[in-house]
């Protein structure tokens, strides 16, 4: 799969996205899930992307965000990663937090890791999202 269609669907789902792809074209289809944000606010997208889908329900296969024990991990493996001992420590305060991925997110982005963590988290992201692809594709 090419690493354009990959990366925008990553984009999506790291947005909180439901995300639908047609088997065939490569048609993406998406919205926000109502898990997440209000569905009010969004159910004529929601039914306009669902009726798309249900008029070939065949030709797409449905991709949910990771759950957030997933997102969790990916963090965590990538601190395990940090040479930096207090860098390292301030990321694993962040992820011990009440807020994990608010401060996980500051942390790392005021550091000289930025770059080294979104490199990790999307070479991983891309990794789930082809895992979870070969699970319903045929």
């Given amino acids: 799969m090419d ?3 990959l990366f925008e669907i990553i984009d999506l789902l790291d947005d909180g996205e439901i995300v639908y792809l047609h088997r065939q074209t490569k048609e993406i289809l998406s919205y926000p899930d109502p898990q997440r944000w209000s569905e ?11 009726a798309r889908a249900a008029a070939e329900p065949d030709q797409f296969v449905v991709l949910d965000p990771p759950d957030p024990r997933d997102s969790y991990h990916i963090m ?4 395990f990663t940090v040479d930096d001992e207090p ?12 807020k994990p991925f608010r401060y996980f997110r500051s942390t790392v982005e005021d550091s000289p890791l930025k770059e080294a963590w979104y490199d990790f988290h999307d070479a991983r992201m891309k990794e789930w999202v ?7 594709w045929d």
């Fill in 3 to 5: 690493d354009n269609l």
């Fill in 40 to 50: 009010s606010e969004y159910i004529d997208l929601i039914e306009e992307v669902k």
């Fill in 76 to 79: 965590e493996d990538f601190v």
């Fill in 87 to 98: 860098l390292r420590n301030r990321l694993l305060e962040a992820l011990n937090s009440k």
């Fill in 130 to 136: 082809l895992e979870m692809l070969a699970r319903v």
